[in-house]
């Protein structure tokens, strides 16, 4: 028996609701053995970060290096990469290990608005990560700063989504959860544009969605899906995470990523 595995490099979050510790949740609920890389430790609550400390790069190479060369992955995410030096040494590693299915989540700013990635750290995340991607799962103010573009209509996501493709990712989701009306992410691949769309749920029990998204698509690709398939199956995924969610916290509140076994 083959067991479908992924690997998530990305920061810690000490309240359990976003990160790493929501992307391994991820992983185990879809049904994929979970394997991490910390590259940054942060005290958060779901009010907001207190205190961020950043993983030495040796050690993040380390990590990668100790799980590719053992266990493997059949696909990769990319998380929190607060620096530039951060993103270099993940870069040189994912080549290292000839990793193609990468889900790059461009983690800028936590739902708190507590910034998670360095200014400086932005323009190095569009050319050396993105051209690895297999799909990049920006929500709209992520879109924006990688395009550095204003998203307002519908025709500014399609050209958001075009830029970033024509950045060298070889698709791209970008969320509608910022906007108003139904929650629609808009995928496109170089060619077709597709829309996923479900209904808004009035909660605060978003903490982690981002993180929760892309690790969703990261383990359809793990289990052979394409990224279509993959797409549409962490749409459903947290749509019905966030629908189950439950009060935890005095501000956003996680997702309920094991609401099939919680039942």
Known sequence: MKVPKAMTIAGSDSGGGAGIQADLKTFAALGVYGASTLTAITAQNTV???????????VITAQIDAVLSDIGADAVKTGMLSSGAIIECVVEALKNHGVRQLVVDPVMVAKSGDSLLR????????????????????NIPEAEALTETKIVSDADVRRAAEAIVAMGAR????????????????????????????????????????????????????????????????KDYVTEAIRTSFPIGQGHGPLNHFYKLWE
């Open 48 to 58: 907001g970060v207190t205190a961020v400390h950043e993983i030495p790069t040796d």
């Open 119 to 138: 200014e400086d750290a932005v323009d190095t995340l569009r050319t050396r990560l993105l051209p690895l991607a297999a799909v990049v799962t920006p």
């Open 171 to 234: 698709s791209v989701v970008v969320k509608g959860g910022h906007r108003e009306g139904p929650a629609t992410d808009l995928f496109y691949d170089g060619s077709d544009f597709r829309e996923f769309t479900a209904p808004r749920i009035d909660t605060v029990n978003t903490h982690g969605t981002g993180c929760t998204f892309a690790s969703a698509v990261a383990a359809g690709l793990a289990r052979g899906m394409t990224v279509t398939e993959s797409v549409a199956l962490a």
